[in-house]
T-cell receptor
């Protein structure tokens, strides 16, 4: 298996910055994806990394280090609407393999 | 404009019944997928089709039979439903099989409850 691990739950305050980590144990993938899923809704695409380094997209950034088997999603200027689950996924071999997901709770 | 749609949104049925879930995408994508999300919110791929051809079957029981009449539709038929089949089933599509950077777009999900 690809053993994609994420913290189960994190809490943060509105306006703060939070980093959600994802570690994995495979080298066999083409890209690493981050999806957001609000309760009772579909996952929606946030970002992806193919090469090592940081990809920035507004308030969201994602980082990948293939040599360390590690990625993170950085959320800045947190808003209440950012309370959701964040799913890390490895893309390759014609499918996405998802991690365990991190539930983020943003409080006022 | 709904990109990926599924019907029904909710499905409650008795053990042993047979049921179907339908999925349609209007994005012009070649590839469609079925995922199962269990009670712990773990999202796992079941099947994928590329241009109506099955390309992935992730050791799903053969009670589950996907059918793709054309590349815009991927339906899931489940025979002899069991309690453990209760989950949310998501359909998704992508321009091509996710070999690298093709983003998958998910439907709203079908919550299946087997009593």
């Amino acid at each position: 298996g690809q053993n994609i691990d994420q913290p189960t739950e994190m809490t943060a305050t509105e306006g703060a910055i939070v980093q959600i980590n994802c570690t994995y144990q495979t080298s066999g993938f083409n890209g690493l994806f981050w999806y957001q899923q609000h309760a009772g809704e579909a996952p929606t695409f946030l970002s992806y990394n193919v090469l090592d380094g940081l990809e920035e997209k507004g308030r969201f950034s994602s980082f990948l280090s293939r040599s360390k088997g590690y990625s993170y999603l950085l959320l800045k200027e947190l808003q209440m609407k950012d309370s959701a689950s964040y799913l890390c996924a490895l893309g390759g071999f014609q499918k996405l393999v998802f991690g365990t997901g991190t539930r983020l709770l943003v409080s006022p | 404009d709904t990109a990926v749609s599924q019907t029904p949104k909710y499905l409650v049925t008795q053990m042993g019944n047979d049921k179907s879930i339908k999925c349609e995408q209007n994005l012009g994508h070649d590839t469609m997928y079925w995922y199962k999300q269990d009670s712990k919110k773990f999202l796992k791929i079941m099947f994928s089709y590329n241009n109506k051809e099955l390309i992935i079957n992730e050791t799903v029981p053969n009670r589950f039979s996907p059918k793709s009449p054309d590349k815009a539709h991927l339906n899931l038929h489940i025979n002899s439903l069991e309690l453990g089949d209760s989950a949310v089933y998501f359909c998704a599509s992508s321009p091509a099989p996710t070999g690298g950077t093709d983003t998958q777009y998910f439907g709203p999900g079908t919550r299946l409850t087997v009593l």
